[in-house]
Each structure stands twice: as C-alpha cells, then as structure tokens.
C-alpha cells in the first residue's frame, strides 16, 4: 500500500491505496466522488475527465499514487455550495449540451481547461479540443455551442462585465 495526499475540489485526503488504484476509482470509491464516471474500459471515451494540477487527464489512466501531492478539480466542485451552477453548467443547460448526460461530467472539466487556456477558442478549435471526449448521443452541435456561450461568459467575468 502506499500513503497520497491529493487536495480534490479545495479539501486536502490522505489514504492508503494499492499501487495499481486507478485516479478514477480512487475518487468515485475513496472519496466518493460519483460525479466523475467511467464510460469505458479503453480510455478512450473522456468520460472521466479530471483537472490534475489544471491540465484535464483522463482520470482512467493514471494512477492514484500519481496525484499524490497534486490538485484534483471534478465536477462535483464545479457548483458552488449553495447550489449556484458554474458558468459552463448554465452553458450546456442553456445550450442544450447535454442528453443523456453521462459524457457530460468529462466534457464540463475539459470544456473548463479548454477555455483556461483559450479564452477565445473558434469553433473549430472547440471541436479540436473535445476530441478526446465522445458524446455517444451525438450531441456535439449543443456541446460546441455551450463551450463557445461559456467562453464568451468567462472572458465577460475575467473583463468584470
Ligand atoms: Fe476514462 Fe473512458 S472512462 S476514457
Ligand atoms: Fe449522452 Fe453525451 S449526452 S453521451
């Protein structure tokens, strides 16, 4: 067994895993953090989109022990406390970004990163940057619209308007 330290969404855990705990099991089953979801077994499917020190990772392939020390952002820190939607939940609600749902926990934490580190992303870019993230309902006009509608947001907070 080996001892991390991992901060998830601005609380700081420590546990005993097994060497070979994936990221992803680690916070569903140790953390209990359900939001962040597993949608297959080839890493391909993005489902399972974390922040890991803010670069999105796909939390299926990469080890616990390799966040030891790091900062984990899910989804279920995305809201606020009371329950007040983050600006890209408000995006694809508004946007019709969603359908079924289940890619979407991966799809608001890299639409999180994507935006992070291109404020002004063009539509194409959008599209280049949810590649790793497969919408298996299809989904991807609403979801390209959401990010493009949050970015527009985050850009108008980040100029105080
Ligand atoms: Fe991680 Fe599909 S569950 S990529
Ligand atoms: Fe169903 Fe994307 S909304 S998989």
Known sequence: ????????????????????????????????????????????????????????????????????????????????TDGTLHPVQTAFHENHGLQCGYCTPGMLMRSVCLVRENPSPTEDEVREGIKGNMCRCTGYQGIVSAIMAYAETARDEEAGR
Do not use: F, W
């Open 1 to 80: 067994m080996a001892r991390i330290t991992v901060n998830v969404d601005g609380m700081t855990y420590t546990h005993e895993v097994e060497p070979r705990t994936l990221l992803v099991h680690h916070l569903r089953e140790a953390l209990g953090k359900t939001g962040t979801v597993v949608g297959c077994d080839t890493s391909n499917c993005g489902a399972c989109t974390v922040l890991l020190d803010g670069d999105s990772v796909k939390s299926c392939s990469v080890l616990a022990v390799q966040a030891d020390g790091a900062r984990v952002e899910t989804v279920a820190g995305l809201a606020g």
